[in-house]
């Protein structure tokens, strides 16, 4: 799978709460390139410095770009291109390779896309199949505000402060999405309610301490026999301020739990230790550590 490394830029955040407790119009410009084998990157990069001077040449730039990233030497061409994506452009979706499905690098005028990832399941244990794409969303002033005032200095490792910025991102009251693309067209609502009931129901188990049968039972109920989900549609799990998870399926909610312990369940299958897709929570560790350095 592509990894995400998005240059980040933020607006200027409008100071959510953070607690941990559990309550002239532009010319038309057209470019005609070729690019000989073994071309020079070093001429095609002075290009975009000397465009760069002009704020109106926007398109120009954005096409020299994609160049850059996709021609360069050391480049393989073998795999998926996509480079890297600039949040500046709030239009610019990104594809998650092995599915094709595409998602919007911006959710809810204020979460940014942070990593996507797939979940396979195996049948009868000879074949996995795409079951959904996801990606996974974090709302930017919430980031800043929450896990700035947590990432005080270096840690021992690279490795360790990325891992301590993602507990912090599943721990805090961060406004987040993991958004469910299905994949599998033969899937029923009943099969994505049996997985929710095995996988949350581990997670309640490992970060409540007990079986909480009554708070899975509320959660799985929502996804009701007569909810149709063909190829394409998009189940959105969202937490809230105030630890509330809302979940939505092809834009209609279905319902809303206020629970920490919920929310940390849901978000630790997409981003935890063992999460369906390791690659998309490498990207999300990255892009976190990324964020705050800028």
């Known amino acids: ?18 607690s941990t407790t559990p309550n002239g119009s532009s010319r038309s410009l057209s ?23 002009s704020p109106k040449n926007l398109f120009l730039e954005n096409a020299m ?25 709030n239009s ?14 911006i959710l809810k005028e204020s979460q940014r896309l942070l990593g996507i990832g797939l979940r396979k ?21 919430d980031v800043k505000k929450c896990l700035a005032q947590k990432h005080v200095g270096p840690s021992d490792s690279e490795l360790k402060q990325k891992e301590e910025l993602r507990d912090h991102l599943m721990e805090n009251d961060i406004r987040m999405t ?9 899937l029923s609502i009943g099969s994505v ?23 899975l039972h509320r959660f799985t109920s929502q996804f009701k026999d007569d909810i149709k989900i063909p190829r394409g549609s998009i189940i959105e799990l969202s937490r809230d301020h105030g630890y509330i998870l809302h979940t939505t399926i092809d834009g209609k ?10 929310c940390r369940s849901i978000l630790d299958l997409y981003i935890g230790d063992e999460s369906f897709d390791q690659k998309a929570k490498e990207d999300v560790e990255s892009n976190l550590a990324s964020l705050l350095h800028k």
């Open 121 to 141: 399941k195996a049948i009868f244990g000879l074949k996995n199949i795409d079951v959904y794409a996801f990606g996974v969303y974090a709302d930017d002033g």
């Open 31 to 53: 470019i005609a390139a070729a690019v000989a084998a073994g071309g020079s990157v070093v001429a095609a990069a002075g290009a975009i410095i000397a465009i760069t001077q």
């Open 253 to 262: 909610e279905v319902g809303s739990i206020q629970s920490k312990l919920l």
């Open 92 to 105: 610019a979706p990104v594809t998650e390779s092995r599915t094709g499905m595409s998602f919007p690098s």
């Open 1 to 18: 799978m592509a990894s995400l490394r998005f240059p980040f830029l933020f607006s200027e955040p409008q100071k959510p709460p953070c």
């Open 193 to 215: 309610r049996s997985a929710f009931e095995e996988s949350v129901g581990s997670r309640l188990l490992k970060f409540g301490g007990y079986d909480n049968k009554e708070l």
């Open 65 to 89: 770009n994609f160049l850059l990233s996709n021609f360069s030497p050391s480049k393989n061409h073998s795999s998926p291109m996509w480079g890297s994506v600039s949040l500046a452009d």
């Open 178 to 186: 993991v958004r469910l693309q299905i994949v599998y067209g033969r």
